[in-house]
């Protein structure tokens, strides 16, 4: 069976949606992987890769942790200490043999739940089977200074300025964004895209 990979750009909740995915396949009996092509935070277990480390060793404890737990997140230390980057080329091909299931956070939002991609912006790998695309409700209804990523390409593209309010239109303009980008950077996968929500604390997705 070919393996999945889901990449999973956007903004306002990419990494509860890759969790979410996670718990669906590993209850499906899958080894699920869970990487980074751009920089996420760390969590608690994951398996970090520093300069130096004994790339053998990492190989071996992801595959432990994907035969005992079901799944696994692994990544490369960043520049900034609460953060993990991309692994190593090599070490990145052999870990992602290892497992049935690819889950990659393949952009940056710097926690804002609403984004416009650059020109080297989403990264997705060349064997993505699927890309999720993920804007947070909650920019909706408030100053687009404040919940936009990149507001300057949002005034370029967009017509926004600092104080404009973001109505659901906005946020439909920046799916059509990312689904034009997608069309040219990885031509033929197919895209989904999904409006998130945080009610009573639980985080929703409606697909749009």
Request: aromatic fraction near 4%; glycine fraction near 8%.
């Amino acid at each position: 069976m070919k393996q999945q990979v889901i990449s999973v750009v956007g903004a306002g909740g990419k990494t509860t949606l890759i969790h979410r995915l996670q718990a669906q396949f590993a209850a499906e009996g899958k080894r699920v992987l869970i990487l980074t092509t751009t920089h996420m935070w760390k969590e608690p277990g994951m398996l970090l890769y520093r300069t130096g480390d004994d790339a053998c060793a990492f190989l071996r404890r992801a595959k432990e942790q994907l035969s005992e737990d079901g799944f696994c997140m692994a990544g490369a230390q960043a520049a900034h200490p609460d953060k993990c980057t991309i692994l190593p080329e090599g070490l990145l091909t052999q870990i992602r043999k290892t497992a049935d299931v690819v889950l990659i956070e393949a952009d940056g939002s710097r926690q804002m739940p609403l984004k416009v991609p650059n020109e080297t912006e989403p990264v997705i790998p060349a064997d993505t089977t699927q890309v999720l695309v993920v804007m947070g409700k909650e920019g909706i209804g408030r100053r687009a200074g404040e919940v936009i990523h990149r507001l300057e390409l949002a005034k370029e593209y967009l017509h926004l300025e600092e104080d404009t309010t973001v109505t659901k239109e906005h946020v439909r303009a920046l799916f059509a964004l990312y689904q034009n980008r997608l069309q040219k950077q990885s031509p033929g996968i197919p895209v989904r895209c999904f409006l998130a929500e945080t009610k009573e604390g639980t985080r929703r997705y409606e697909e749009v």
